[in-house]
């Protein structure tokens, strides 16, 4: 009997949120981390710039999500349900699609980067910054893709301390290539992105290397690619469709986002909304990490039939994200002003304004856990449409409204406002749709 069935619920969750939360702190830290490094040796400059770089890696990283976020919950149930046969076909379905995809959203995202960068209303004189950064980075980009993929199929089987060792491998040598590229050789955001790409090969490598042993459960081989159906390729597509949206409305949000940023507050505005999305990202690969944690053991048990042990570590997972957002939250209050100084040490007006930005956007910290969890679980067990349908709602019903209105009246603070304001009132939704959808009252 597999230990996802059998280990009491809160002992295995922690088992595997702590791994997966090093990892999240691992991975989580490779933009933080280039984006420190380009901070510090182009200034304000490479702070705006870095902004719409993270949007060509939005958009590159949700197309990849259409493989391997789908898979990993397929994987799971299918493990669940004793069918190795099947998980293997999923396994190597998804690895071939990840190639496909690369390839296409490579060619489409190359192709029409400057009418991208005019739609982001990237100012003119950071173009050559995004184009230096997006070259590179999309060569490299099948290497994410397949890299990304195979490192989700390690986590849903339950492995969160392989997963924890490939990326504190694939972290080093982001880190020290980063640290050579930029800082050393000022190579800029080509120096960024090369890093970044050496950092998946180490991870593809190491990913690979988990299906091909011998004793491996499941076989990566070329000849299983093509052996799944017209049906399965279309099923871990949907499945990882809330996750495309997800990133593909976060692109278009934070387009908006700059262009109000640079209305209300200039360059101070584009170069603060950087620093705070890079934080607010960090910290949703946190929360992510929690739900991580949380999926093989909600898809597996949900795959076997066993609704009370799936009912627990909803319920379980819930009460550790909300824990740990809340010790986020603290952080965040206290310390806004270091963490903004990390990325611009050398203007004190300009730390001041990120400081202030950042302590606003956060205020609904402590319901990131209930929010992330909420909307995740519904594709862990299989009902994607759910996610999708909150996805939507959170993001273009609520967001896209808020961010437009308020600065209206209130400025650029207004902008921050609209984070918040939008988590609160998907916060509602998503507890009312969980108690409606899983008779909570019940566990």
């Known amino acids: 009997m597999n230990k996802l069935e059998r280990s009491p619920i809160r002992k295995l969750l922690i088992q595997l949120i702590i791994p997966s939360l090093v990892t999240a702190v691992v991975s989580g830290s490779y933009n933080l981390v280039d984006g420190i490094f380009i901070g510090q040796a182009l200034g304000i400059v490479g702070n705006s710039a870095n902004a719409y770089?993270?949007?060509?890696?939005?958009?590159?990283?949700?197309?990849?999500?259409?493989?391997s976020e789908g898979t990993a919950s397929l994987l799971?149930?299918?493990?669940?349900?004793?069918?190795?046969k099947r998980a293997e076909k999923i396994l190597n379905t998804s690895v071939l699609i990840s190639?496909?995809?690369?390839?296409?959203?490579?060619?489409?995202?190359?192709?029409g980067l400057n009418y991208l960068l005019a739609l982001f209303g990237t100012p003119s004189h950071l173009y050559h910054y995004i184009q230096e950064f997006s070259l590179v980075f999309l060569i490299g980009s099948p290497i994410y893709f397949v890299s990304h993929t195979l490192l989700y199929c390690i986590r849903a089987q339950g492995a969160v301390k392989k997963v924890l060792y490939i990326n504190l491998a694939s972290f080093v040598v982001n880190t020290g290539a980063g640290a050579v590229f930029i800082l050393v050789f000022n190579m800029g955001f080509t120096g960024s992105a090369l890093s970044t790409v050496l950092a998946n090969l180490i991870t593809l490598i190491m990913s690979c290397h988990e299906y091909v042993r011998v004793s491996s459960s499941l076989k990566l081989k070329v000849s299983f690619m093509f052996s799944g159906s017209k049906k399965l390729r279309k099923k871990i597509i949907s499945m990882g469709l809330p996750f495309f949206l997800t990133t593909i409305i976060s692109v278009l949000l934070l387009t908006?986002?700059?262009?109000?940023a640079l209305i209300y507050a200039g360059s101070f505005g584009i170069a603060a909304l950087s620093i705070v999305s890079s934080i607010y990202r960090y910290i949703v690969s946190l929360m992510n990490a929690i739900t991580n944690g949380v999926q093989p053991v909600i898809s597996f048990n949900y795959g076997a039939g066993k609704n009370i042990r799936v009912q627990e570590g909803l319920r379980d997972s819930l009460i550790i994200g909300t824990l740990f957002s809340s010790v986020l939250f603290g952080v965040i209050q206290l310390y806004s002003r270091e963490i903004a100084g990390f990325f611009n040490s050398e203007n004190e007006e300009f730390v001041a304004f990120?400081?202030?930005?950042?302590?606003l956007v956060m205020i609904s910290l402590p319901l990131q856990g209930i929010i992330n969890i909420g909307t995740n679980y519904f594709q862990y067990i299989s009902r994607a449409r759910v996610s999708t349908i909150l996805v939507v709602l959170r993001q273009i019903v609520l967001q896209i409204p808020l961010a437009i209105l308020l600065p209206l009246k209130f400025n650029i603070s207004g902008l921050w406002a609209s984070y918040y304001i939008a988590d609160v009132l998907i916060f509602l939704v998503i507890v009312v749709w969980l108690i409606k959808s899983t008779k909570m009252t019940d566990i």
């Not at 770089?53 to 493989?67: D, E, N, Q, R």
């Not at 990120?354 to 302590?359: H, I, N």
């Open 53 to 67: 770089t993270f949007m060509i890696y939005a958009l590159v990283y949700s197309f990849s999500a259409l493989a």
């Open 76 to 84: 799971t149930i299918a493990l669940g349900e004793n069918n190795n």
């Open 99 to 111: 190639v496909v995809l690369s390839v296409i959203q490579s060619i489409l995202i190359w192709v």
């Open 256 to 260: 908006l986002y700059n262009r109000i």
């Open 354 to 359: 990120a400081s202030e930005a950042l302590k």
